[in-house]
Every structure is written in C-alpha cells, then in structure tokens.
C-alpha cells in the first residue's frame, strides 16, 4: 500500500462563505460520492471556509488522485500545495 501524502488544495469558489448549510451539505456529498468511486488513494481530512475560497487538507497518494477527485466531483481545484510537515504550539516544547 503507497503512503499518504498530506496535500493542501486551495479552490476559488465565489460567495461560498456565504453559502448556506443545505448548500454546503450538497458539496460535501458530491466530495464523499467522488471518494467513493475513487476507493483507496485519497482520503478528505477537513475544509476551511472563507469569503470566495476554500482551503480543504487531502491525504492522498498523488496530485492526480486529487485531480481526479475535482473531477468527479465537479468540485474546482486552484493550487495543490503538499505538506511534508506540520506545526503547532507544542511544536516549540519538542
């Protein structure tokens, strides 16, 4: 089994801060229903929303799964950033 990689994927949505529960719900069904076609390789962690943006963490084995993904799921993809590392505030205690 290949390793997950961590993958920070920023998508321009226009007013999806602005979107309401039903709306957001619909988005992250079509995101489930995509990962479920896809089967291993891809795992969605969270998403962060903002005014016309969306900052989603991925696990995933590549950037084309990723890809792959915004294509099933008719949901855009910006830019792919992977994450080799993370920190925090117990970062500073290690």
Known sequence: MTQLKRFMIERDIPAIG???????CAAASASNQALEQIGTGIQWVQSYVARDKTFC?????????????????GIPVGAITEV???IDPLTAKS
Do not use: F, G, T
């Not at 963490?57 to 799921?73: F, G, N, Q, T, V």
């Open 18 to 24: 602005q979107m309401s529960a039903a709306e957001l």
């Open 57 to 73: 963490i991925y696990l995933a084995d590549s950037e084309a799964a990723i890809r792959k993904h915004s294509e099933l799921s």
């Open 84 to 86: 080799p590392q993370v």
